[in-house]
């Protein structure tokens, strides 16, 4: 079955750059998808089409991709995007989704 | 406004049927842009995709649950249903349901997702 890889923690100081890579083999041919969840809450997108931000998304908050890995970048990072970050993905059909094991961002 | 609505049991048997439905408001569930999804969280792991479904009732599922996922429409209700069957305690998880974007040929990702609901199996 096709997976994703994301390291389980990061952790940055505020104001720093926090970069979070997720693997996977379909990732040249599909997009990824970003989403954070703080505890207790749904997730939520921040991330579309490797690099795309959904309306409402800070600018801080930046995705690119090169061959099997895909990067979310958060820019300036600020105690409040302290959460869990998972990337998504389809297999190489296009029809069954992934999710990444998701990764702790820790704002020292 | 788009808003998720996830409702059904809390506490299921073991071997018995789990089954939730997802009721979609500020808008319609038959629009052409649009998939609908379910997506579980076991306590303090990860997410996971169960399945998805369109309005014209075509489905995909993950195949590590196939076996045992159902994921129909209704859309005179504006509602999506999950029966998952002969659950066990590897089942006890939030179950959310989300929709996701479809355009241009391309996904667009899980953009609304209900607040989840917390499912626990134990007899």
Redesign the interface.
Same mark, same amino acid.
Not at chain 1, 42 to 45: G, R, T
Not at chain 1, 94 to 102: D, E, L, N, P, Q
């Given at each position: 079955?096709y997976e994703l890889t994301q390291p389980p923690s990061v952790s940055v100081s505020p104001g720093q750059t926090a970069r979070i890579t997720c693997s996977g083999d379909a990732l040249p041919k599909q !997009?990824a !998808?970003w /989403?954070q $969840?703080k505890p207790g809450q749904? *997730? &939520?997108?921040v991330i !579309?089409?490797d690099s795309?931000r *959904?309306s409402g998304i800070p600018e801080r908050f930046s995705g690119s991709s090169s061959g099997t890995t895909v990067t979310l970048t958060i820019s300036g990072v600020q105690a409040e995007d302290e959460a869990?970050y !998972?990337c $998504?993905s &389809?297999d190489s059909s %296009?029809? /069954?989704? &992934?999710? %990444? %094991? %998701?990764t702790k961002l820790t704002v020292l | 406004q788009l808003q998720l609505q996830e409702s059904g049991p809390g506490l299921v048997k073991p071997s018995e049927t789990l089954s939730l439905t997802c009721t979609v408001s500020g808008g319609s569930i038959s629009s052409s842009s649009y998939y609908w999804g379910w997506i579980r969280q076991p306590p303090g792991k990860g997410l996971e995709w169960i399945g998805t479904i369109y309005y014209s009732g075509s489905t995909y599922y993950n195949p590590s649950l196939k076996s045992r996922v159902t994921i129909s429409v209704d859309t005179s209700k504006n509602q999506f249903s999950l029966k998952l069957s002969s659950v066990t305690a590897a089942d006890t998880a939030v179950y959310y349901c989300a929709r996701l974007g479809y355009s241009n040929n391309w996904w667009v990702g899980m953009d609304v997702w209900g607040q989840g609901t917390t499912v626990t199996v134990s007899s």
């Open positions: 079955s !997009y !998808y /989403y $969840q749904a *997730p &939520v997108l !579309y089409k795309e *959904p869990d !998972y $998504q &389809v %296009g029809t /069954y989704w &992934v999710f %990444g %094991g %998701g | -």
